[in-house]
């Protein structure tokens, strides 16, 4: 079974794994991962209920799984979720590689209850696919552009990337609210923002169109709920991507804040879809 694993699915419980482990080792953690992944039933139960047992057990006969755990372990370091444990008198003769400390930022990662993780790219354009009924394509290729440039810590072109994806859905939204608009004024402001792509002005006609017909009880609480929050997240992709990733005055992108947008991409995603096929269905 562990041939059908990927780095995505490891990564997962791994994560899950760093939640109970402040200082440890490699072969620790690749044992919990492990167990976690029995547990889940996509690798077969080991002849061992020795927790320390597991890699040995599981690993001896699937290179390719002992691969991809050691894999994921170095990406942790690489992407400074852990640092190798100092080697000094105190710690004796740990091997500082095989030995960890989970960082600051590894802490935040380990411990973000969101799903999907964008470490884990497949698992996260699937969540997108299984959860947003007809998404557009082209959403679907600038996350995974997103993803795959965080993934190899090209922030600011995985900045740009989710920032062309949250403007695809403001563009999407726009449109379909020209289309449900019973009022002219509405229809020739979005029309005329959109000839002259005029993002920010759209952005604020969206929004406030949709707050509006949210004060006055049109659309449902459960269309609604938290689209505040939601409508600011893509807002605010939106922002850094502009104004932090292309401005010729660029500032340094941040990696945790460019995190969490990715974080929040996919329940910002369904909440528009959500705005978006009521108002197909719905004269405003």
């Known amino acids: 079974m562990g041939k059908q694993l990927t780095k995505g699915i490891i990564l997962?419980?791994?994560?899950?794994?760093?939640?109970?482990?402040?200082?440890?080792?490699?072969?620790?953690?690749?044992?919990?991962t492990l167990k976690k992944i029995v547990d889940a039933g996509l690798v077969d139960t080991?002849?061992?209920n020795n927790l320390?047992?597991?890699?040995?057990?599981?690993?001896?006969?699937?290179?390719?799984?002992?691969?991809?755990?050691?894999e994921c372990y170095t990406f942790l370091i690489i992407q400074g979720i852990i640092i190798p444990r100092p080697v000094t008198p105190r710690f004796g003769s740990h091997d500082a590689w095989g030995s960890f400390i989970i960082t600051e930022y590894g802490e935040l990662w380990a411990n973000t209850e969101e799903e999907p993780i964008p470490e884990d790219i497949n698992g996260f354009i699937k969540y997108l696919k299984d959860n947003i009924l007809g998404i557009d394509d082209v959403v679907i290729q600038y996350v995974s552009e997103a993803l795959n440039t965080f993934n190899g810590r090209y922030f600011f072109a995985s900045a740009v990337m989710i920032g062309a994806a949250a403007e695809k859905i403001v563009y999407l939204l726009s449109e379909v609210i020209k289309k449900s608009a019973t009022k002219q004024k509405l229809k020739k402001d979005i029309t005329e923002a959109l000839e002259y792509r005029k993002l920010f002005e759209l952005f604020r006609l969206v929004s406030g169109t949709l707050d509006v017909l949210i004060n006055q009880k049109k659309i449902p609480y459960s269309i609604h709920e938290g689209s505040n929050h939601y409508l600011f997240s893509l807002f605010n992709a939106i922002r850094i991507q502009r104004n932090n990733a292309v401005h010729p005055v660029a500032s340094i992108i941040r990696t945790d804040e460019l995190r969490l947008l990715l974080l929040s991409f996919p329940h910002a995603c369904k909440k528009a879809y959500d705005f978006l096929y009521w108002l197909k269905k719905n004269k405003i």
């Open 46 to 48: 080991p002849r061992t």
């Open 52 to 70: 320390i047992e597991y890699y040995n057990y599981i690993c001896h006969d699937d290179k390719k799984l002992e691969a991809l755990v050691v």
């Open 12 to 32: 997962k419980y791994m994560r899950e794994s760093l939640k109970e482990l402040k200082v440890s080792s490699h072969c620790d953690l690749a044992n919990k």
